[in-house]
């Protein structure tokens, strides 16, 4: 018999609204009322893609447009591989939804403490991104 023990998908959002990120009060556990990137577990069948706009509508009732991958992130010994988006808004009116007990934009330069391990590489892949637009424009 083959037994796989293979991690869990899930996506995490970096959704900017020029020099602001959307994040989410955690109304769940892991990491319960901390801020948080919109992010959730892939459903089976499901494109990542797919997944982080669900993700990110579930948690702030706002619209999205994936706009590029940041990245995949995973450590050894943990359950759970990451893959990153960036993203804009395309619609919606931002509120919290069930998972979250809150939800706004943060100006980049006053985020609040991330709490996940991978959070700060990911911001940083999505710092050079925006860096390498603003280059080439």
């Known amino acids: 018999m083959v037994v796989y023990f293979d991690p869990k998908l899930a996506a995490v959002v970096l959704v900017s609204d020029g020099d602001n990120l959307l994040f989410v009060r955690r109304a769940i ?3 319960l009322g901390r801020w948080s990137f919109p992010s959730g577990y892939v459903d089976r069948g499901e494109a990542v893609e797919h ?3 669900r993700e990110v509508r579930e948690e702030t009732n706002l619209d999205v447009e994936t706009t590029g991958l940041l990245g ?4 050894n010994g943990s359950p759970v591989a990451l ?11 931002l509120r919290a939804g069930d998972e979250a007990q809150d939800a706004r934009f943060f100006p980049v330069d006053t985020l609040p403490e991330l709490p996940f391990p991978h959070d700060d590489q ?14 080439q424009t």
């Open 83 to 93: 893959v990153a988006y960036a993203a804009r808004v395309t619609g919606g009116v």
């Open 51 to 53: 997944a982080a706009v």
């Open 72 to 75: 995949v992130y995973s450590s």
């Open 29 to 31: 556990e892991p990491m």
């Open 122 to 135: 990911i911001l940083n892949d999505w710092r050079e991104k925006k860096l390498l637009e603003n280059q």
